[in-house]
Antibody, heavy 119, light 107 residues
Framework: QVQLVQSGADVKKPGASVKVSCKAS????????INWVRQAPGQGLEWMGW????????LYAQNLQGRVSMTTDTSTNTIYMELRSLRSDDTAVYYC????????????WGQGTLVTVSS | DIQMTQSPSSVSASVGDRVTITCRAS??????LVWYQQKPGKAPKLLIY???NLQSGVPSRFSGSGSATDFTLTISSLQPEDFATYYC?????????FGGGTRVEVK
């Protein structure tokens, strides 16, 4: 069955970086791209960016440009999201989600990774 | 960027009620409208895509309608497991954008 399994919760200090992983299984890895979405405590969903698992092309939300990077490791079917220069308002649950472009939807989501930024 | 406006932000309802949630896009989105359900501590779950297509496994009491800029999610007879927060999302163009969410609460 399709699964996206994310790395565990993390606590970082302001200014540090965090790298969240998302391991895909149960489907052909490079047939679906991946979106990253985050959700601050008690808030709504915010799209962070998209990565093509076949080409490695990326598209990032403008408000995160320069601080975020998304990469893939096709040898392990794992997608990574790195966020740098962390601030307190980056505290959120981070989700990876499989993206079916033709249909325009994310049908499978990871379980989420809580990143807490605190001094 | 396309702005998505959801209403209401919350609704109180009872089991068996019909619940309607609306979502308006700031410009036409060619029916690339998705609805997700999210329960506390869980990832969003896909309900409806393409404005009106029910995702496999989703109960038929959920339905979506609308076109161009105005869309609706309807729960025909609310069940206990439907108390949750619902989000719309436009998938017409990047950046993908979400509505602010509608919390369906117990009346």
């Amino acid at each position: 069955q399709v699964q996206l399994v994310q790395s565990g919760a993390d606590v970082k200090k302001p200014g540090a970086s965090v790298k969240v992983s998302c391991k895909a299984s149960g489907y052909t890895f490079n047939s679906y791209n991946i979106n990253w979405v985050r959700q601050a405590p008690g808030q709504g969903l915010e799209w962070m960016g998209w990565i093509s698992t076949s080409s490695g092309d990326t598209l990032y939300a403008q408000n995160l440009q320069g601080r975020v990077s998304m990469t893939t490791d096709t040898s392990t079917n794992t997608i990574y999201m790195e966020l740098r220069s962390l601030r307190s308002d980056d505290t959120a649950v981070y989700y990876c989600a499989r993206w079916w472009h033709a249909g325009g939807y994310s049908d499978y989501w990871g379980q989420g990774t809580l990143v807490t930024v605190s001094s | 960027d396309i702005q998505m406006t959801q209403s209401p932000s919350s609704v109180s309802a009872s089991v068996g009620d019909r619940v309607t949630i609306t979502c308006r896009a700031s410009q036409g989105i060619n029916n690339y409208l998705v609805w997700y359900q999210q329960k506390p501590g869980k990832a969003p779950k896909l309900l409806i895509y393409g404005a009106s297509n029910l995702q496999s496994g989703v109960p038929s009491r959920f339905s979506g309608s609308g076109s161009a800029t105005d869309f609706t999610l309807t729960i025909s007879s609310l069940q206990p497991e439907d108390f949750a927060t619902y989000y719309c999302q436009q998938a017409n163009s990047f950046p993908l954008t979400f509505g602010g969410g509608t919390r369906v609460e117990v009346k």
